[in-house]
């Protein structure tokens, strides 16, 4: 058995901030924005035309090569898909973080609404977490005054249950297609 004076936890990060409650800060919703089967499709297609390049020096070296180009590909994709985790007390959004006393008002977007929140709307000083094979976005306001950033716009393929999740709403849109 361990003697809790030789192993202090000196991280400060594992402790609860000043004022919150001490214990377990429950998950009420999370998602991963994984790339869609057309993203894999273009990363292999890409690491095919690998054997294009090598063929003329050596068959099966275009081959190794393709391999390796897609193992690379794929290692950068996964690795780079980012998180939306929302907890009882915190937000995380890729690798943003903000307790959730700070948000405000949570509007969710479709179609049409959508594409307007991720150009011609979106303010040049907030948040994206943006993939461009996710159609459906979430606009989270900010209420944090020492803050510039006046909202957080991230890419779901869930907006219902993000927007749920945070006490928001959707968008009402009329006449909009399914999004993919």
């Given amino acids: 058995m361990r003697d809790p004076q030789q192993h202090p936890v000196a991280d400060a990060s594992r402790r609860a901030p000043e004022g919150a409650a001490a214990g377990?800060?429950?998950?009420?919703f999370e998602e991963r924005l994984t790339p869609s089967p057309g993203v894999w499709a273009v990363a292999l297609m890409l690491a095919a035309l690998t054997i294009l390049v090598f063929a003329p020096i050596?068959?099966?070296?275009?081959?190794?090569a393709a391999v390796v180009f897609f193992a690379v590909e794929a290692l950068l994709l996964v690795a780079t898909t980012p998180r939306i985790v929302v907890r009882e007390r915190t937000l995380q959004v890729g690798r943003a973080s903000i307790e959730r006393h700070h948000v405000g008002q949570v509007t969710g977007y479709r179609g049409e609404d959508a594409r307007a929140q991720r150009g011609p709307l979106l303010h040049g000083l907030a948040f994206v977490n943006l993939r461009g094979w996710i159609a459906p976005v979430v606009r989270i306001q900010l209420t944090d005054e020492r803050d510039r950033t006046p909202y957080w716009l991230t890419?779901?393929?869930r907006p219902e249950e993000l927007v749920a999740a945070l006490g928001g709403a959707m968008a009402r849109q009329e006449g909009a297609a399914e999004d993919r």
Avoid: E, H, M, Y
């Fill in 24 to 28: 377990p800060d429950p998950v009420l």
């Fill in 155 to 157: 890419s779901t393929r």
């Fill in 58 to 64: 050596d068959l099966g070296l275009g081959i190794a």
